[in-house]
């Protein structure tokens, strides 16, 4: 591993197996409360984030599912998010009468997933379920709060498992808290 895998910069949050454990209660809770569907689940992933999160999940549940992606801007490179939301990237398919499961990697704000989260329902689907691996409640002003959650977590910059700063860190092992926004780049 580099130095900044185990940088004094970087506090280990949750590591790749407790993530996983609880990657995989949230699939079972997924499948059960999707048990009558008879249609594939679509899943779709907020990316750039969300990439890592969902490929580990749909591995886990233990139903049909049909994949795609949608993504968005907010932070603009920072670390903050700017509040001004774009779509980038909208979903493939067609979700009237669907089941869909957004997979977001952090609810910090709220706000970007508030814009996901409308934009697909206006898309036509039957449901619309969230599943973050995180949440920040102290800073999410939104009100979407997510229907599967991983973590709640304080208001810390963390990166791992698909969460980033400066497109950089993505690739950790774990979620970690960035001490130090200045180690990258």
Do not use: W
């Not at 139903?63 to 993504?71: A, C, G, K, L």
């Not at 603009?76 to 009237?96: A, K, P, Y």
């Not at 957004?102 to 409308?118: A, M, P, R």
Request: aromatic residues 6%.
């Amino acid at each position: 591993m580099s130095s900044l895998f185990q940088s004094e910069k970087l506090e280990i949050l949750f590591d790749r197996a407790t993530m996983q454990e609880r990657l995989q209660e949230l699939a079972d809770e997924v499948c059960q409360d999707h048990a009558t569907i008879e249609k594939p689940l679509v899943v779709i992933g907020v990316l750039k984030g969300a990439a890592l999160i969902m490929s580990d999940l749909v591995r886990m549940l233990d139903r049909p599912v049909e994949m795609d992606f949608i993504r968005c801007a907010s932070y603009h490179g920072g670390t903050e998010s700017s509040g001004e939301i774009e779509l980038l990237l909208d979903v493939s398919m067609d979700l009237r009468g669907r089941h869909v499961l957004v997979v977001e990697d952090i609810i910090d704000t709220g706000l970007t997933i508030k814009f996901v989260l409308e934009h697909l329902e206006s898309k036509g689907a039957e449901s619309v379920k969230l599943l973050s691996l995180l949440e920040k409640p102290t800073k999410n002003t939104s009100g979407v709060h997510g229907d599967y959650v991983g973590y709640e977590i304080n208001d810390h910059f963390v990166v791992g498992y698909g969460l980033d700063l400066k497109e950089e860190l993505r690739n950790l092992p774990f979620v970690g808290v960035c001490k130090d926004t200045s180690v990258v780049g």
